[in-house]
């Protein structure tokens, strides 16, 4: 076992905390520009350590179980929702060297291991025995199910691309052309289709305060809690990257800008994924049960179909089939 085996995951969750901890910071900053406020600037210099006492003041809540819940499955719940979230990041490539397991298989074993983390939800729902919490895990349940097949099937166009399930040679298939360019369909279905697997706005509604209070959530204090709000932004953190993986060419330089570091050009790419992520909660409302229910069966399943059609027929005609 190597030193690097040793310190890398422990490397990698130190990256991921600090991200988690910003972004959130970052998030509450841009929301607050957006709606003509300041935004958190009390603790630190400009607000910078709000998140940082936000967090140290839920570690030191106290950690209540309701008297009716099923203890064991409420204690394990928000685990079974957190590991995946973090186990998902190994197969992530952030350079050609720069990556912890270069698995043949890699995509699809991000997206197996992520639908985990809909049991926990669902778990921690049942488990708290109350109906605002269940009503959000059984939404949860059914938004996962209804747009995990959108997800995937939009992704079928840059694995025929590419010709590979690994992340590393998907990213060196875009050397000369990004798969946004001839995935632009598959880029907006998984686009959308990640929004509600994220369950960001528009589709926070297993979440959805005005309606279900927090949702699966509501009964959960202290680290308990903590897990849960850490299994969702480590989330937005690796579905930001593979965003930037299969779509956005991972750590390829745009117009031959070589002298920029490979890892910095994911990183630039990745922020911006970020962003947009943001930039929809700020603008966006939420959406109906049945609407969403709705755009995922009637609208993104289709696209995501024609999209496969459309990159079946392309490959075959000359001179545009080398880029599909």
């Keep these: 076992m190597t030193t690097w085996m040793v310190l890398g995951p422990a490397l990698l969750m130190a990256v991921v905390l600090g991200f988690v901890t910003y972004a959130i910071l970052f998030e509450r900053k841009v929301l607050g520009w957006m709606q003509g406020r300041i935004g958190p600037n009390r603790v630190g210099p400009w607000g910078i350590l709000q998140t940082v006492a936000d967090i140290l003041k839920l570690l030191l809540k106290e950690d209540i179980i309701p008297e009716r819940a099923d203890r064991t499955l409420f204690r394990i719940a928000p685990v079974i929702a957190f590991v995946p979230s973090f186990v998902v990041l190994a197969v992530i490539p952030f350079t050609d060297r720069w990556l912890f397991a270069d698995i043949g298989v890699g995509l699809l074993y991000y ?191 289709p696209l995501a179909l024609v999209n496969i059609f459309l990159s079946a027929v392309l490959k075959e005609v000359p001179v545009i089939g080398q880029f599909y």
């Design 111 to 301: 997206l197996a291991l992520s639908s985990i983390t809909t049991i926990g939800m669902l778990a921690g729902g049942w488990a708290s025995n109350n109906k605002y919490a269940l009503l959000g895990s059984m939404r949860s349940a059914a938004q996962m199910i209804s747009y995990e097949i959108p997800l995937v099937m939009s992704v079928v166009g840059v694995i025929m691309a590419a010709g590979t399930l690994n992340l590393v040679e998907i990213v060196q298939a875009q050397e000369q052309v990004w798969f946004i360019l001839p995935q632009i369909l598959g880029f907006a279905v998984f686009f959308v289709a990640s929004l509600a697997e994220l369950n960001r706005t528009p589709f926070d509604l297993p979440e959805a305060e005005s309606e279900l209070v927090a949702g699966y959530h509501v009964e959960y204090t202290g680290f308990r809690f903590a897990f849960f709000m850490l299994a969702e932004y480590v989330y937005v953190f690796a579905m930001a990257a593979l965003t930037t993986v299969l779509f956005l060419g991972g750590w390829n330089p745009l117009f031959d800008l070589t002298f920029i570091p490979p890892i910095l050009w994911f990183i630039l790419k990745f922020l911006l994924i970020v962003f947009l992520l943001i930039w929809i909660r700020g603008t966006m409302p939420r959406m109906r049960v049945d609407q969403l229910m709705e755009m995922g069966w009637k609208v993104l399943l």
